[in-house]
């Protein structure tokens, strides 16, 4: 009986070590593969004056542009700079129908909340919104919605948001905005990473593979210092290693478990 008793234990404890090891195994392992960073820059200083003209920015790096792809909404490029006290961004931006603007067609040229873009400002994706069903690379604490600031206050995967403040940002009219925020107003972060999207009839991402979940997800890169803050995935955080190891030990030392098992039977 006691021997019996010992197989069926054995056995229980073998599926069960098993199970939660490869478990534990699975789920580390994939979020080792962590989203894919296109592009880092900054920093960039400069001075910048939200006044319908974007000639001070000609020495400055956008990032790599979007591409034209037909929509209502579309986007061409960003760029980014700052100076000690903000943050500085010039849009690019187009749109597949004749005499449409940023601000509707009405002409008002003011920028709407059809463009959207977020920053993760503490570049973890383990705080902040990262869409239904984890759709995204990146996990957003902030949203540029057009010329509004929000900060996130849902739980994930829900779009909730809370108005932080109007954004200074021209109304040229001309598919070329520029915007300025205070660092202050999104945490004085020392970097982020981003990604936007045009609401249309078929969403303009930009960066086009950022919906591409948390393993493929796509995003870019700030740096408001000059050590920058080095991208989410290329370091995995200490607690990811820690789980791998503990699922990677389940696996391995099982027999350890049942010889300490057999002789807790034996005696
Ligand atoms: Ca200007
Ligand atoms: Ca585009
Ligand atoms: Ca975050
Ligand atoms: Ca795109």
Redesign the pocket.
């Known amino acids: 009986m006691k021997t019996r008793n010992y197989r069926t234990a054995r056995r229980i404890l073998h599926l069960t070590s098993l199970f939660f090891g490869l478990l534990l195994l699975f789920g580390t392992a994939t979020s080792l593969c962590a989203a894919v960073l296109i592009q880092s820059i900054g920093p960039q200083e400069a001075s910048i004056t939200i006044d319908n003209n974007t000639g001070e920015w000609g020495g400055l790096t956008a990032y790599q542009g ?2 034209f ?1 037909s929509l209502p909404e579309d ?1 061409q490029s960003v760029t980014i700079a700052q100076d000690a006290s903000k943050f500085f961004f010039r849009y690019g931006l187009n749109s597949n129908q004749t005499g449409y603007d940023a601000g509707g067609q009405t002409g008002a040229g003011a920028l709407v909340g059809n463009f959207n873009l977020v920053l993760d400002t503490d570049q973890s994706r383990s705080s902040g919104w990262i869409g239904t069903g984890g759709a995204y690379g990146i996990g957003a604490e902030y949203l540029l919605s057009g010329a509004s600031l929000y900060q996130y206050s849902g739980t994930g995967e829900d779009y909730s948001w809370t108005f932080v403040s109007s954004i200074n940002a021209s109304d040229n009219n001309i598919w070329d905005y520029e915007l300025e925020i205070t660092r202050a107003s999104v945490g004085s972060p020392n970097a982020f990473n981003w990604f936007a999207w045009a609401d249309s009839s078929s969403t ?5 593979n950022a919906s591409a979940g948390e393993a493929s997800g796509t995003y870019f890169e700030y740096t408001a210092t000059g050590g920058g803050g080095g991208p989410e995935g290329a370091v995995p955080e200490p607690s990811t290693i820690m789980l791998f190891g503990i699922g990677l030990g389940f696996v391995m030392g099982r027999r350890k478990h049942f010889s300490v098992l057999r002789n807790v039977l034996a005696h």
């Open positions: 979007d591409g792809e986007w303009d991402f930009y960066h086009n």
